[in-house]
């Protein structure tokens, strides 16, 4: 992940977790059904391959910065706390 200067780390918080759950739930989640931390987004179906593209985005929009199309794989993006592990060391 390229970042344009080092506030962007700061600014990985509890605000920006819950802005990020709020935005799959309401945007993204092809079903009505809560999502936590450590939901699997991707092996139960909630999310698919589009709504990775828009989280991405978001992700991307809302940070300031560019994510690696090579680090948008299971491991970073399976679930909501993974995503934001890979945020906080990328």
């Known amino acids: 992940?390229?970042?344009p200067d080092a506030t962007a780390d700061v600014?990985?918080?509890?605000?920006f977790a819950d802005a990020l759950t709020s935005f799959i739930a309401d945007e993204v989640?092809?079903?009505d059904y809560p999502v936590a931390g450590d939901t699997d987004l991707l092996l139960t179906g909630l999310v698919d391959s589009l709504?990775?593209?828009m989280i991405v985005n978001w992700?991307?929009?809302t940070l300031g910065t560019t994510i690696d199309p090579?680090?948008?794989v299971l491991?970073?993006?399976?679930t909501i706390d993974q995503m934001l592990s890979y945020l906080r060391t990328a």
């Open 1 to 3: 992940m390229n970042t």
């Open 11 to 15: 600014s990985v918080d509890a605000g």
């Open 29 to 31: 989640a092809l079903e």
């Open 51 to 53: 709504g990775v593209v």
């Open 59 to 61: 992700i991307e929009a």
């Open 70 to 72: 090579a680090d948008v």
């Open 75 to 78: 491991e970073n993006f399976q």
